[in-house]
Protein backbone atom coordinates (compact mmCIF):
# COMPACT_ATOMS: atom_id res chain seq x y z
CA UNK A 1 0.00 0.00 0.00
CA UNK A 2 1.19 3.49 -0.89
CA UNK A 3 1.61 6.12 1.64
CA UNK A 4 1.52 10.09 1.17
CA UNK A 5 3.49 11.93 3.04
CA UNK A 6 3.59 15.72 2.88
CA UNK A 7 5.94 16.79 5.88
CA UNK A 8 9.05 15.26 7.35
CA UNK A 9 12.02 16.20 9.40
CA UNK A 10 15.48 15.93 7.71
CA UNK A 11 18.96 15.81 9.36
CA UNK A 12 21.62 17.09 6.58
CA UNK A 13 25.39 16.92 7.67
CA UNK A 14 27.99 18.11 5.50
CA UNK A 15 31.03 15.79 4.86
CA UNK A 16 34.48 17.03 7.51
CA UNK A 17 37.39 18.37 5.31
CA UNK A 18 40.74 15.78 5.67
CA UNK A 19 43.07 17.06 7.91
CA UNK A 20 46.66 18.66 6.27
CA UNK A 21 49.48 17.04 7.47
CA UNK A 22 52.82 17.96 8.69
CA UNK A 23 55.63 16.38 6.65
CA UNK A 24 59.02 17.42 5.66
CA UNK A 25 61.29 15.77 2.73
CA UNK A 26 64.01 13.48 3.70
CA UNK A 27 67.26 14.11 1.11
CA UNK A 28 70.14 12.09 1.69
CA UNK A 29 71.75 13.40 4.83
CA UNK A 30 69.75 16.11 5.07
CA UNK A 31 67.29 14.87 8.30
CA UNK A 32 64.30 17.58 7.44
CA UNK A 33 64.52 19.63 4.12
CA UNK A 34 61.16 21.74 3.21
CA UNK A 35 58.01 21.14 4.31
CA UNK A 36 56.07 18.83 1.95
CA UNK A 37 52.34 18.00 3.63
CA UNK A 38 49.43 17.87 1.57
CA UNK A 39 46.01 18.90 2.28
CA UNK A 40 43.14 17.56 3.50
CA UNK A 41 40.67 17.31 0.84
CA UNK A 42 37.25 19.10 1.30
CA UNK A 43 34.26 17.16 2.68
CA UNK A 44 30.99 16.87 0.63
CA UNK A 45 28.43 19.09 0.51
CA UNK A 46 24.39 17.98 1.05
CA UNK A 47 21.96 19.25 -1.78
CA UNK A 48 18.49 19.25 -2.17
CA UNK A 49 17.27 18.95 -5.57
CA UNK A 50 13.35 19.52 -6.60
CA UNK A 51 12.55 16.15 -8.68
CA UNK A 52 9.31 15.89 -10.21
CA UNK A 53 9.13 12.04 -10.51
CA UNK A 54 9.25 11.57 -6.19
CA UNK A 55 5.38 11.83 -5.16
CA UNK A 56 5.78 12.36 -1.23
CA UNK A 57 8.38 12.98 1.30
CA UNK A 58 8.19 9.20 2.39
CA UNK A 59 11.58 8.40 2.05
CA UNK A 60 12.36 10.88 5.34
CA UNK A 61 9.97 9.12 7.45
CA UNK A 62 11.87 6.50 8.91
CA UNK A 63 15.25 7.80 7.65
CA UNK A 64 15.31 11.39 8.47
CA UNK A 65 19.33 11.64 8.33
CA UNK A 66 21.33 12.65 5.54
CA UNK A 67 25.39 12.82 5.69
CA UNK A 68 27.99 13.56 2.65
CA UNK A 69 31.09 11.76 2.75
CA UNK A 70 34.23 13.24 4.16
CA UNK A 71 37.44 14.41 2.76
CA UNK A 72 40.54 12.52 3.03
CA UNK A 73 43.67 13.62 4.79
CA UNK A 74 46.26 14.81 3.34
CA UNK A 75 49.53 12.97 3.17
CA UNK A 76 54.01 13.49 3.12
CA UNK A 77 55.28 14.28 -0.26
CA UNK A 78 52.43 16.80 -1.12
CA UNK A 79 50.02 14.25 -1.60
CA UNK A 80 46.40 15.81 -1.69
CA UNK A 81 43.45 13.86 0.76
CA UNK A 82 40.50 13.17 -1.90
CA UNK A 83 37.75 15.20 -1.42
CA UNK A 84 34.26 13.53 -0.02
CA UNK A 85 31.34 13.52 -2.67
CA UNK A 86 28.81 15.13 -2.57
CA UNK A 87 25.22 14.23 -1.65
CA UNK A 88 22.05 14.91 -3.86
CA UNK A 89 18.88 14.58 -1.94
CA UNK A 90 15.87 14.19 -4.31
CA UNK A 91 12.74 15.79 -2.37
CA UNK A 92 9.24 16.25 -4.38
CA UNK A 93 8.53 19.44 -6.76
CA UNK A 94 7.50 22.03 -4.54
CA UNK A 95 8.97 21.47 -1.45
CA UNK A 96 8.98 24.32 0.73
CA UNK A 97 12.33 23.95 3.20
CA UNK A 98 12.18 25.79 6.82
CA UNK A 99 14.54 25.46 9.84
CA UNK A 100 12.99 23.36 11.98
CA UNK A 101 13.30 25.44 15.16
CA UNK A 102 12.78 28.61 14.00
CA UNK A 103 10.17 27.89 11.72
CA UNK A 104 11.89 30.50 8.60
CA UNK A 105 11.27 30.09 5.42
CA UNK A 106 14.98 29.01 3.85
CA UNK A 107 13.77 28.07 0.31
CA UNK A 108 11.00 27.26 -2.17
CA UNK A 109 12.08 24.04 -4.45
CA UNK A 110 9.03 25.30 -6.30
CA UNK A 111 10.47 24.10 -9.90
CA UNK A 112 12.24 20.36 -11.22
CA UNK A 113 15.76 20.94 -11.22
CA UNK A 114 16.12 24.01 -9.11
CA UNK A 115 19.07 22.77 -6.22
CA UNK A 116 20.03 24.28 -2.77
CA UNK A 117 22.64 24.26 -0.43
CA UNK A 118 21.57 22.50 2.31
CA UNK A 119 24.56 21.76 4.01
CA UNK A 120 28.18 22.72 3.17
CA UNK A 121 30.79 20.39 3.59
CA UNK A 122 33.96 21.33 5.52
CA UNK A 123 36.89 22.45 3.79
CA UNK A 124 40.10 20.03 4.32
CA UNK A 125 42.74 21.69 6.45
CA UNK A 126 46.17 22.84 4.65
CA UNK A 127 49.47 21.20 4.76
CA UNK A 128 52.60 22.49 6.24
CA UNK A 129 53.68 23.46 2.98
CA UNK A 130 51.28 25.83 2.76
CA UNK A 131 52.44 27.95 5.40
CA UNK A 132 56.32 28.15 3.99
CA UNK A 133 57.36 31.88 4.07
CA UNK A 134 60.85 34.35 4.18
CA UNK A 135 59.65 34.67 7.96
CA UNK A 136 58.57 30.95 8.34
CA UNK A 137 60.88 28.62 6.99
CA UNK A 138 59.85 25.41 8.84
CA UNK A 139 56.76 25.50 9.84
CA UNK A 140 55.67 22.57 12.62
CA UNK A 141 51.64 23.10 11.89
CA UNK A 142 48.99 22.20 9.60
CA UNK A 143 45.33 22.77 9.60
CA UNK A 144 43.07 20.51 10.91
CA UNK A 145 39.78 19.69 8.76
CA UNK A 146 36.87 21.80 9.04
CA UNK A 147 33.56 20.56 10.35
CA UNK A 148 30.47 19.76 7.85
CA UNK A 149 27.45 22.08 8.89
CA UNK A 150 24.70 20.12 10.80
CA UNK A 151 20.81 21.38 10.97
CA UNK A 152 17.58 20.15 11.38
CA UNK A 153 15.04 20.93 8.56
CA UNK A 154 11.54 21.10 7.94
CA UNK A 155 9.90 19.86 4.91
CA UNK A 156 6.68 20.64 3.51
CA UNK A 157 5.40 19.56 0.57
CA UNK A 158 2.83 21.60 -1.80
CA UNK A 159 1.25 19.87 -4.33
CA UNK A 160 2.25 21.12 -8.27
CA UNK A 161 -1.52 20.86 -9.93
CA UNK A 162 -3.49 23.06 -12.48
CA UNK A 163 -6.67 22.46 -10.71
CA UNK A 164 -7.44 21.60 -6.81
CA UNK A 165 -10.97 20.56 -5.88
CA UNK A 166 -12.61 22.31 -2.75
CA UNK A 167 -15.42 21.46 -0.99
CA UNK A 168 -16.49 19.62 2.18
CA UNK A 169 -16.18 15.64 3.06
CA UNK A 170 -18.80 13.72 1.31
CA UNK A 171 -18.59 16.93 -1.64
CA UNK A 172 -17.79 14.04 -4.24
CA UNK A 173 -14.43 15.44 -4.74
CA UNK A 174 -13.19 11.68 -5.09
CA UNK A 175 -15.82 10.39 -7.00
CA UNK A 176 -15.28 12.80 -9.71
CA UNK A 177 -11.57 12.41 -9.81
CA UNK A 178 -11.78 8.58 -10.03
CA UNK A 179 -14.29 8.93 -12.92
CA UNK A 180 -11.91 11.26 -15.02
CA UNK A 181 -8.84 10.17 -14.11
CA UNK A 182 -6.64 7.49 -12.96
CA UNK A 183 -6.50 8.02 -9.83
CA UNK A 184 -7.90 6.17 -6.90
CA UNK A 185 -9.09 7.77 -3.57
CA UNK A 186 -10.73 6.12 -1.01
CA UNK A 187 -14.77 6.43 -1.41
CA UNK A 188 -17.26 5.76 1.68
CA UNK A 189 -20.06 7.92 3.27
CA UNK A 190 -18.74 8.92 5.67
CA UNK A 191 -17.03 12.40 6.96
CA UNK A 192 -12.98 12.50 6.04
CA UNK A 193 -12.94 9.73 3.81
CA UNK A 194 -10.37 11.50 2.04
CA UNK A 195 -6.87 11.81 4.37
CA UNK A 196 -4.56 12.15 2.05
CA UNK A 197 -4.43 14.42 -0.84
CA UNK A 198 -4.56 12.51 -4.37
CA UNK A 199 -3.22 13.38 -7.73
CA UNK A 200 -4.90 12.57 -11.52
CA UNK A 201 -4.36 13.33 -15.03
CA UNK A 202 -7.45 14.50 -16.70
CA UNK A 203 -6.41 13.91 -20.75
CA UNK A 204 -9.47 15.51 -22.90
CA UNK A 205 -7.69 15.13 -26.20
CA UNK A 206 -3.99 14.68 -27.50
CA UNK A 207 -3.66 18.23 -26.76
CA UNK A 208 -5.47 18.91 -23.82
CA UNK A 209 -4.62 17.48 -20.53
CA UNK A 210 -4.25 18.89 -17.27
CA UNK A 211 -3.38 17.68 -13.62
CA UNK A 212 -5.66 17.29 -10.92
CA UNK A 213 -5.36 17.35 -7.10
CA UNK A 214 -8.59 16.13 -4.58
CA UNK A 215 -7.92 17.59 -1.44
CA UNK A 216 -9.30 16.43 1.99
CA UNK A 217 -12.71 18.20 2.79
CA UNK A 218 -12.56 21.19 4.48
CA UNK A 219 -15.29 22.85 6.90
CA UNK A 220 -16.02 25.28 8.73
CA UNK A 221 -13.04 26.59 11.43
CA UNK A 222 -10.40 24.88 9.03
CA UNK A 223 -8.02 27.71 8.59
CA UNK A 224 -8.03 27.81 12.53
CA UNK A 225 -7.24 23.96 12.96
CA UNK A 226 -10.38 22.45 13.01
CA UNK A 227 -11.15 19.37 12.00
CA UNK A 228 -7.95 18.32 9.74
CA UNK A 229 -7.82 21.98 10.19
CA UNK A 230 -5.13 23.79 7.54
CA UNK A 231 -2.97 20.63 7.61
CA UNK A 232 -3.60 20.40 3.65
CA UNK A 233 -4.96 24.07 2.63
CA UNK A 234 -1.54 24.42 1.39
CA UNK A 235 -1.87 22.30 -1.40
CA UNK A 236 -4.37 24.26 -2.59
CA UNK A 237 -1.82 27.25 -3.06
CA UNK A 238 -0.20 26.46 -6.11
CA UNK A 239 -2.98 25.33 -8.22
CA UNK A 240 -3.99 27.24 -10.72
CA UNK A 241 -7.46 27.06 -11.15
CA UNK A 242 -9.88 26.32 -8.03
CA UNK A 243 -12.88 24.11 -8.65
CA UNK A 244 -15.34 24.65 -5.52
CA UNK A 245 -17.74 21.16 -5.32
CA UNK A 246 -21.13 21.84 -3.39
CA UNK A 247 -22.93 19.22 -2.28
CA UNK A 248 -26.73 19.23 -3.69
CA UNK A 249 -27.67 16.59 -0.71
CA UNK A 250 -25.78 17.52 2.33
CA UNK A 251 -26.18 15.98 5.37
CA UNK A 252 -25.71 18.47 7.46
CA UNK A 253 -28.60 20.41 5.64
CA UNK A 254 -26.33 23.49 4.98
CA UNK A 255 -27.77 24.31 1.29
CA UNK A 256 -24.94 24.44 -1.52
CA UNK A 257 -25.16 28.62 -1.41
CA UNK A 258 -24.10 28.43 2.22
CA UNK A 259 -21.33 25.66 1.18
CA UNK A 260 -19.85 27.88 -1.07
CA UNK A 261 -19.97 31.05 1.29
CA UNK A 262 -18.31 28.98 3.92
CA UNK A 263 -15.13 27.55 1.54
CA UNK A 264 -14.66 30.91 0.15
CA UNK A 265 -14.62 32.37 3.74
CA UNK A 266 -12.17 29.24 4.85
CA UNK A 267 -9.82 29.90 2.01
CA UNK A 268 -10.19 33.97 2.64
CA UNK A 269 -9.11 33.13 6.19
CA UNK A 270 -5.98 31.15 5.03
CA UNK A 271 -4.31 33.53 2.10
CA UNK A 272 -6.98 35.57 0.66
CA UNK A 273 -4.90 35.73 -2.55
CA UNK A 274 -6.60 32.56 -2.86
CA UNK A 275 -9.76 34.43 -3.37
CA UNK A 276 -8.63 36.23 -6.92
CA UNK A 277 -7.57 32.66 -8.88
CA UNK A 278 -9.80 31.71 -11.68
CA UNK A 279 -12.68 29.92 -9.88
CA UNK A 280 -15.54 27.14 -10.70
CA UNK A 281 -17.91 26.34 -8.67
CA UNK A 282 -20.11 23.04 -9.58
CA UNK A 283 -22.62 21.22 -7.78
CA UNK A 284 -22.21 17.56 -7.27
CA UNK A 285 -24.79 14.25 -7.08
CA UNK A 286 -27.45 15.42 -9.54
CA UNK A 287 -28.27 11.63 -9.65
CA UNK A 288 -29.47 11.17 -6.41
CA UNK A 289 -30.50 15.07 -5.51
CA UNK A 290 -34.46 16.33 -5.44
CA UNK A 291 -35.58 18.06 -8.50
CA UNK A 292 -36.01 21.31 -6.80
CA UNK A 293 -32.94 21.36 -5.15
CA UNK A 294 -31.59 20.63 -9.02
CA UNK A 295 -33.62 23.80 -10.12
CA UNK A 296 -33.01 26.12 -7.75
CA UNK A 297 -29.30 25.47 -8.71
CA UNK A 298 -28.36 27.89 -11.56
CA UNK A 299 -24.80 27.47 -11.75
CA UNK A 300 -22.83 24.40 -13.29
CA UNK A 301 -24.31 21.18 -12.06
CA UNK A 302 -22.87 17.40 -12.70
CA UNK A 303 -23.11 13.82 -11.14
CA UNK A 304 -19.92 11.93 -11.66
CA UNK A 305 -21.76 8.79 -10.71
CA UNK A 306 -23.77 8.71 -14.12
CA UNK A 307 -21.50 10.77 -15.92
CA UNK A 308 -23.92 14.04 -16.50
CA UNK A 309 -22.47 17.51 -16.68
CA UNK A 310 -19.12 16.04 -16.56
CA UNK A 311 -17.96 16.70 -20.36
CA UNK A 312 -18.92 20.68 -20.26
CA UNK A 313 -17.15 20.76 -16.59
CA UNK A 314 -14.20 19.15 -17.84
CA UNK A 315 -14.19 21.82 -20.94
CA UNK A 316 -14.54 24.27 -18.74
CA UNK A 317 -11.57 23.41 -16.34
CA UNK A 318 -9.59 22.82 -19.31
CA UNK A 319 -10.52 26.57 -20.54
CA UNK A 320 -9.66 28.34 -17.56
CA UNK A 321 -6.41 25.94 -17.03
CA UNK A 322 -5.30 27.17 -20.35
CA UNK A 323 -6.15 30.94 -19.90
CA UNK A 324 -3.91 30.68 -16.59
CA UNK A 325 -0.75 29.29 -18.25
CA UNK A 326 -0.84 32.36 -20.95
CA UNK A 327 -0.54 34.68 -17.75
CA UNK A 328 2.45 32.48 -15.68
CA UNK A 329 5.99 33.66 -16.45
CA UNK A 330 8.08 30.34 -18.29
CA UNK A 331 9.19 27.74 -15.55
CA UNK A 332 12.61 28.41 -13.98
CA UNK A 333 15.47 26.22 -15.70
CA UNK A 334 17.89 23.71 -13.51
CA UNK A 335 19.37 26.82 -11.61
CA UNK A 336 21.96 26.09 -8.26
CA UNK A 337 21.35 28.18 -5.39
CA UNK A 338 24.56 28.53 -2.71
CA UNK A 339 24.55 31.16 0.17
CA UNK A 340 26.45 33.87 -0.22
CA UNK A 341 30.19 33.93 1.96
CA UNK A 342 29.65 37.10 4.82
CA UNK A 343 32.66 39.14 6.27
CA UNK A 344 33.72 39.46 9.80
CA UNK A 345 31.59 40.60 12.95
CA UNK A 346 31.85 42.24 15.86
CA UNK A 347 28.96 41.77 18.72
CA UNK A 348 29.50 43.07 22.07
CA UNK A 349 28.53 40.81 24.62
CA UNK A 350 29.72 42.51 27.89
CA UNK A 351 30.94 45.52 29.48
CA UNK A 352 34.32 45.08 28.20
CA UNK A 353 34.00 41.76 26.18
CA UNK A 354 33.27 41.06 22.05
CA UNK A 355 32.59 38.29 20.17
CA UNK A 356 34.19 38.34 16.53
CA UNK A 357 31.97 36.09 13.57
CA UNK A 358 32.37 35.04 10.34
CA UNK A 359 33.74 32.24 8.04
CA UNK A 360 37.20 32.58 7.67
CA UNK A 361 38.00 34.83 10.84
CA UNK A 362 36.01 30.95 12.65
CA UNK A 363 37.52 28.84 10.77
CA UNK A 364 41.50 30.68 10.93
CA UNK A 365 41.11 29.46 14.59
CA UNK A 366 38.76 26.42 14.38
CA UNK A 367 41.18 24.68 12.32
CA UNK A 368 44.76 25.25 13.96
CA UNK A 369 46.17 24.41 17.11
CA UNK A 370 46.11 27.39 19.40
CA UNK A 371 48.05 25.54 21.71
CA UNK A 372 51.29 25.44 19.32
CA UNK A 373 53.73 28.92 18.92
CA UNK A 374 53.75 28.46 15.13
CA UNK A 375 50.21 28.30 14.42
CA UNK A 376 49.25 31.08 16.85
CA UNK A 377 51.61 33.57 15.34
CA UNK A 378 49.40 32.28 11.62
CA UNK A 379 46.39 33.12 13.19
CA UNK A 380 47.98 36.80 14.86
CA UNK A 381 48.85 37.36 11.49
CA UNK A 382 45.60 35.93 9.66
CA UNK A 383 43.60 38.27 12.09
CA UNK A 384 45.54 41.33 11.19
CA UNK A 385 44.83 41.08 7.26
CA UNK A 386 41.43 40.36 7.72
CA UNK A 387 41.13 43.90 9.49
CA UNK A 388 40.27 42.36 13.08
CA UNK A 389 42.10 45.12 15.28
CA UNK A 390 40.55 48.31 13.38
CA UNK A 391 36.68 46.59 13.93
CA UNK A 392 37.69 45.85 17.47
CA UNK A 393 38.46 49.48 17.93
CA UNK A 394 36.04 50.69 15.99
CA UNK A 395 33.47 48.74 18.08
CA UNK A 396 34.68 50.25 21.18
CA UNK A 397 37.36 47.43 22.72
CA UNK A 398 39.38 48.71 25.18
CA UNK A 399 42.73 47.09 26.26
CA UNK A 400 42.33 44.00 27.87
CA UNK A 401 38.84 43.03 26.93
CA UNK A 402 38.02 39.96 26.23
CA UNK A 403 37.40 38.34 23.05
CA UNK A 404 35.85 35.37 21.40
CA UNK A 405 35.86 33.38 18.42
CA UNK A 406 34.13 30.23 18.99
CA UNK A 407 35.47 28.89 22.06
CA UNK A 408 38.67 30.45 21.91
CA UNK A 409 39.41 33.23 23.79
CA UNK A 410 42.23 36.39 24.15
CA UNK A 411 43.10 39.44 25.69
CA UNK A 412 42.66 42.82 23.01
CA UNK A 413 45.87 44.89 23.13
CA UNK A 414 45.04 48.06 20.60
CA UNK A 415 47.53 48.26 17.69
CA UNK A 416 49.71 51.64 17.90
Request: hydrophobic share 40%; glycine share 12%; with cysteine.
Amino acid sequence: MSVFVDEAQLNVRGGDGGSGCVSFRREGPVVHGGPNGGDGGNGGSVWLEADRNVASLLAFRDHPHRRAQDGVSGMGKDLHGRRGEELIVKVPEGTVVKDLYSGETLFDLATHGIRWLAAQGGEGGRGNARFLSNRRRAPRFAERGEHGTERWLKLEMKLMADVALVGFPNAGKSTFISSVSAAKPKIANYPFTTLEPHLGVVRINNSTEFVIADIPGIIEGASQGKGLGDQFLRHIERARVLCVLVDLISMDEITPLEQEQILLRELKAYQPELLDRPRLVVATKTDAATPESIAAWHGMKMSAVTGEGVGEVLAKLAELVAEARTTEPPPIGPVIFRPQPQGTRVERIGANEFRLSGRDIERSVALNDVTNADALNYIDDRMSRLGVPRLLAKAGASEGAIVWIGEFSFDYTPEH
